[in-house]
């Protein structure tokens, strides 16, 4: 997420970004990196996110991706309405890979 939408030489120049299984930590700079790339006065469109979670992920709670996805909407970031969830656990589901 930082190289689509943060401070990065790529931000806001991809075509897309891809989120599986992951979470923003509560102190990230990215929501007001993004915030002010993307809701600025005559600002590019945000590169459109996918992502998705496994809803047995012992390693990354999908509340937290939850929660990602929320704060990530709100800086201008065209995340899903919804987080995609697979029952899995922290890996990559074959209907993940489709749906890319």
């Known amino acids: 997420p930082h190289r689509a939408w943060g401070g990065s030489r790529y931000a806001g ?3 897309g970004c891809v989120s ?3 979470f ?3 102190d990230s700079a990215l929501d007001q990196a993004a915030a002010e790339r993307f809701k600025a006065s005559g600002a590019a469109p945000a590169p ?3 992502m998705a979670h ?4 012992r390693m990354i709670n999908p509340a ?3 929660a990602t996805r929320k704060r990530l909407l709100e800086a201008g970031v065209a995340a899903p309405p919804e987080l995609q969830m697979f ?3 922290h890996e990559l589901h ?3 890979v489709e749906q890319l």
Do not use: K, N, R, V
Request: glycine share 8%.
């Open 24 to 26: 923003l930590q509560e």
């Open 54 to 57: 496994g809803t047995m992920d």
């Open 87 to 89: 029952p899995i656990g």
């Open 20 to 22: 599986l299984s992951c």
């Open 94 to 96: 074959p209907q993940e």
């Open 48 to 50: 459109p996110l996918y």
């Open 64 to 66: 937290w991706a939850e």
């Open 13 to 15: 120049q991809l075509a």
